[in-house]
């Protein structure tokens, strides 16, 4: 919605981080946040431009779109995976698919409810996990997976690719190169 004040409308379709306008020319309403003195859309909706309050808004689509929410059960993807972190896709609140996805971070400390030395030793690049949102603070999705039904609940071997089975000790191996892996594995692991 950049340029002067006549191209602002209401009734334009936003998506969340779309640009609405700055702090100098108008006040944030519902459905938007400030950023470094810009208004973004905190939400999938349509856009309400009060020129004569200066005001702009972002109302809701539709009634109940789904966002993750401090103590949903997520499900994801292993986006990215550093030795204290790893970012995870969200694709999926409880049993709701979502139609795009949410960014979510895994901290270490959160991981498992013991010590865990690395990361790499939860999930790897490209496992499916279930998470539970604990905190959207910035706007970021914080998770855990210390409780026992969360955890990686697809794995998939780091040498060859194939999905790893969990075998009767409860460890992780490839069927086809045989190679055995690390995870905090999720109770139900590759039932889902």
Known sequence: MSGSKKGYRS?????????????????PGSGTYVRDGTIYSK????????????????YPLTSGASVPKVGSIVTGQVYNVQSKIAII?????????????YSGILHI????KG???TMFDVCKTGDIVRAKVISNKNRVYHLTMAEGNLGVIYAFCSECGHLLEQDRKGRL????????EKRKIASGYGRE
Request: hydrophobic share 40%; aromatic share 8%.
């Open 11 to 27: 009734g334009k379709f936003v998506v969340p981080g779309d640009r609405l306008g700055v702090i100098e020319e108008f006040s």
């Open 43 to 58: 939400m999938i909706g349509r856009t309400l431009v009060d020129l004569l309050n200066k005001k702009v808004s972002v």
């Open 89 to 101: 896709r969200i694709w999926r609140i409880g049993k709701k698919l979502l139609s795009g996805f």
């Open 109 to 112: 400390s959160d991981a498992a």
């Open 115 to 117: 010590y865990v030395e």
């Open 173 to 180: 191996k490839c069927p086809r190169c045989k190679k055995v």
